[in-house]
């Protein structure tokens, strides 16, 4: 038929009967006739248990040896999964990232693949296997292993998607799909058979937690078709593409992300490259601004109110504080009483009306929107926290039924 | 000063306080102006571990997953003792088996070492770089993951001495050297100053376990001097070289080995190749054969009397009885009584009186002699095993005092 990537997670390959769940669904896409390219994370808690070690020995261990160190979970992991294909009678061998050609820049813990020399995969394929390869790791120039930081293995399977133009990548997690809400909060929720990178990329950044961002932005590059299945029951998940097909549905869901903090710098003076100075600060420390309001100020003065994630707030505001002399700012203030309610949907560009829809199920629900921020394919709204699952259900229910 | 290899166990790593006291003795060497590189195996119980989760998948998995799966072992341990080095202020890397050059055959789970390519140890080396490789593992010429199983590590490491050209090669254990006897068993055995490589391969056969066999006749092949050394007691040990300079002493040890049955076949046809027969036949199955005694037998019969390891015993039983046609003998008889006292001395050779003065001894003792065989090293006798550890006791009183 064709060459299916799978790639399955830390929690799929968790024990032994998680392991052979997986190795089933391998085995019965194998034997539909498809070659098959599994890509697998470590084992649930192996790579918490190796930070600890090296946790241990000292509080700053070096990048490389901690690639050195965390590269050994995905080895444990493909060794054991390729032991229960073949116990399955399934044909298959495992490689490392560095037999399976990954070539990555030097960044350690975070690289990132620069190719992958596919000679190796495609001589075991030739040889009717199923090739199981550990996610998560590659190799430098110098011959050293690294590891390519969060989210890696979804990276790594996608890469190896584009590489051998496969037919399709699919990403096995703990849920059936992308849903139009989080379904463990709105059971009506319902599961899309597609949706479009850009949506993914969109309900991804807004905390949907479904698909890492580097992998979905990599896959849109590159034109791999994936999609988001599960491992404990894997009927058809939802498929990510290029372009979906208009099924009437202008919205393609409604996300809500708690994790945002509104920070407040008073009486900035009016004049050119005070924003400038602000959020350059920010980004140098690598904090990410979302939504910014600027307030038409007083006399010689305005107010600069935006978002960042809460976990970064903290350090957004020692920054300001100790730089106030820089923007000539008065007092910075920060308020985590509050959360982000979005709706994403690329139809929505094309027709009008979309916005006003969603500010009207707010104000039916006396729900107070304190700052919005639209894209071409996304409106978010800022919203107190306690209103923030009604808020959803009621956008859910103008755009969705 | 020189360039030292130093290797340490899976014991000597088994934990945080381990591991640094491992690091500590590695400093040191360094501090005094060597250059060293460092031999670790798995830590404490990993390897167990990793073979308990392949169990639970498969009760035969194939040899090279098992040798991917256990190299993560090592691959652990190296990565926390170069931390541990780091932490102490020590310049130091890890390497993989791979890493480090190490050239297998195809032989998994039992590979043995073809060549090693020093070629990234040595420029690690001339960064003034200490470097930690890891024992036990190598690669073949399809780029997979050997392992070099049991010992494997002293093996890695008496390898790299001889392809680096070493001064020494150092293997650190959880005993201060070589001694006399089993100084648990008999407090004034005296450790050895120096011993040949063929009194300790004659030693370690007689279940003394200090080092593994294999390795030490690698070093005698390459002429690599080795120290065993306590890692937890780091003063001079015993040094294992070619020749030693004689110090009066005749007998280098007295070891006791209760691994040991004797198998009787009585009434086996006198006519020539049927010794061979029963050998060859123990052969093929692997088992060893020590000490073999041929009674003149009555009439036209002998009766075949010979030791063999007693975790073999039952084996070579089953297969001399399943055979019994093919060498026409009668009842093949075990016995699992007796113990092999044994004293090895390269001096020996040269001096008359040895084999007398150690029946006397026994004989002191009232103790009865069952078998007798002796090499130009090494006197080995079968006795009671109640008689065994009082044996060695008068022979030591013997020889050494």
Redesign the interface.
């Known amino acids: 038929m064709g060459l299916i990537v799978q790639k399955f997670g830390g929690t799929s390959v968790k024990d032994?009967s998680r392991?052979?769940n997986v190795a089933r669904i391998v085995a019965n896409t194998r034997k539909a006739g498809n070659d098959v390219v599994v890509v697998v994370s470590a084992q649930g808690d192996t790579t918490d248990d190796?930070i600890a070690?090296?946790a241990?020995?000292?509080s700053n261990?070096?990048d490389?040896?901690?690639d050195?160190?965390l590269?050994?979970g995905e080895?444990?992991s493909?060794?054991?999964l390729?032991?229960?294909l073949?116990?399955l009678g399934i044909s298959a061998?495992?490689l490392?990232g560095w037999?399976a050609g990954f070539a990555t820049n030097r960044a350690y813990t975070k690289a990132r693949i620069k190719r992958i020399n596919t000679e190796?995969l495609e001589s075991e394929l030739a040889r009717n296997r199923v090739v199981v390869v550990a996610g998560f790791q590659g190799l430098n120039r110098s011959?050293?292993?690294t590891t390519l930081g969060r989210g890696g293995s979804d990276t790594s399977a996608v890469a190896l998607a584009a590489a051998l133009h496969a037919d399709r990548c699919q990403i096995f997690t703990d849920v059936e799909g992308v849903y139009t809400a989080d379904p463990r909060k709105l059971p009506k929720a319902t599961k899309l058979k597609e949706i479009t990178f850009d949506e993914m990329l969109e309900l991804a950044s807004l905390g949907a937690q479904v698909l890492n961002n580097r992998s979905v932005e990599l896959a849109k590059k590159y034109g791999v078709e994936l999609e988001v299945i599960s491992s404990l029951n894997p009927v058809p998940g939802t498929i990510v593409k290029e372009e979906t097909k208009v099924e009437g549905m202008l919205i393609k869901g409604v996300a809500k992300d708690e994790n945002v903090a509104v920070i407040s710098i008073m009486e900035v003076p009016d004049v050119p490259g005070m924003s400038f100075k602000v959020f350059s600060m920010l980004a140098q420390r690598n904090i990410n601004v979302d939504i910014i309001l600027q307030s038409s100020g007083r006399e010689n003065n305005k107010d600069l109110i935006f978002t960042v994630p809460l976990t970064e707030a903290q350090t957004a505001v020692s920054v300001l504080n100790e730089n106030k002399n820089r923007f000539g700012g008065g007092e910075v203030q920060v308020s985590t009483d509050y959360a982000k309610v979005s709706i994403v949907g690329a139809g929505m560009q094309s027709h009008s009306g979309v916005a006003s829809t969603m500010f009207e199920a707010l104000f039916n629900q006396g729900i107070n929107i304190h700052m919005i921020s639209t894209s071409e394919i996304k409106i978010s709204v800022i919203i107190d926290k306690a209103d923030a699952d009604r808020a959803v259900t009621a956008i859910h229910d103008a755009f969705i039924h």
């Open positions: 032994r392991i052979f190796l070690k090296a241990e020995i000292s261990p070096s490389r040896e901690m050195m160190l590269s050994t080895q444990i493909i060794a054991l390729t032991m229960a073949q116990e061998i495992s490392t037999q190796r011959d050293d292993i």
